[in-house]
């Protein structure tokens, strides 16, 4: 028999017991539920700009970023309308080295992957599209003026950028055919078609969508094949840093080309006028973040020569009288330098927009002219004050005048003397001035 209190402290531990069992069922059965796990994270980034040294450093960032947070993979929404060989080798790299699921998404509709976009396209691990965008025209080309290539060199080139997308086709399992095509025909084809010719894995209407289609599938990374469980993956946005889309934003040639003629520009303007500081200070902001970005481009120094030349023409027209013959030289200088300012790139990205160039030389064509202009009738202008000043004015003796004798000249008294007998109340005109005396001459009547 069990006393009275070792019945009550039995009884106590059984209830004790009964409600940890449910405390259990309810926080771990929700929690854990069978055939259920934990949600998984997929990491989303944007790069819908030209490929570019920043671009890739963002890319590779973002990645190595998702894998020490744990995130399940990384999807990256694609729009680019190309960019540079060795940015675009960069990613591709990554792309076929991943250490966690990587899913490049050309996205939204109207979206393209074009050039250097077909290359990171196909060497994701899952490639996929949404319905209106098209991928494609991967031959490589030369831009601007002195970058024409050879034709043993353009095969050399081509051949290498064929074996190239053929390589990573065939790593990927993908169609090694149409990327040979891509690259020596210059063929696009919309996301339908690049499904059905196997280019891409999947179409998808947006992330949602996509992350239910590819739920499943088998993907190999440098640890292994992995399967992926995205059907209720939690999308989390990474947004590009300050510091990245500065870069990316200087990246631009348009903007780098911008601030290379403002900042030469505000330079002249402030050498032109020491003490204004505004136009010097925003100068050399501008050239310092133009060189700045031209560390990312491919710049072709001759065209940067030119550019400077062109400026150096405009100021010597200021001292040496051409007639506008420096003038005109120096606006074919900087038409020259403009073209051929970015050298040869796999695609026509990198090229500067004939609407971004042709104003920007017009506007600084007629900033120069008009400083110059304005400097030069300021150096042939007759002088109004000082010794200067005085040669050719006018007035009347008031005393006569010879060795010596007093005028009135620019409403002042004036000591005067004359190589001549100059009489009283005669008008004058000062011819030159010695020490505080000047020299007359009479002014005949007609």
Known sequence: MLSSGEFMRNRLFSYLLI???????????????????PKQVYNVITVDAAITPSVAKYITRAIEQSEKDGSAGIILLLDTPGGLDLAMRDIV??????SLPVIVFVYPSGARAASAGVMITMAAPVAAMAPGTNIGAAHPVAIGIGNK????????????????????????GRNAVWAEQAVRKSVSITAEEALKQKVIDVI?????????????????????????????????????????????TLS??????????????????????????????????????????????PVNYAGIALIIFGIILFIAEIKIVSHGMLSVAGIISLVLGSLMLFESSSSPAMRISLGVMIPTIIIVSLFFIVIVSLAVKAQIRKPFTGVEGMIGQRGQTITPVYNDGKVFVKGERW????????????????????????????????
């Open 252 to 297: 631009n040639p348009n903007i780098a080309y911008l601030l290379l003629m403002i900042g030469l520009a505000g330079l002249y303007f402030e050498f032109a006028n020491p003490g204004a500081i505004l136009p010097g200070v925003v100068g050399g902001i501008s050239l310092i973040l133009a060189f700045f970005a031209m560390q990312t481009l």
């Open 149 to 172: 290539m050879g034709e043993t060199m353009a095969k050399k080139v081509e051949n290498d950028a064929v074996a190239y997308a053929m390589g990573i086709a065939k790593q990927r």
């Open 93 to 98: 790299k990554e792309l076929l080295n991943p």
């Open 415 to 446: 000591n005067a003397f004359s190589r001549e007998s100059i009489e009283e109340g005669a008008d004058i005109e000062v011819t030159g001035v010695d020490g505080l005396k000047i020299e007359v001459r009479k002014i005949e009547e007609r």
């Open 204 to 248: 998808a209407s947006n992330v949602e969508d996509l992350l239910k289609k590819i739920d499943g599938r088998n993907v190999s990374l440098s640890s292994g094949e992995v399967i992926l469980q995205t059907k209720d993956a939690v999308i989390n946005t990474m947004e590009m840093g300050v510091r990245e889309k500065i870069l990316v």
């Open 19 to 37: 409600l940890s069992v449910a405390v259990f069922l309810l926080v771990g059965g929700a929690t854990h539920s069978p055939g259920e796990g």
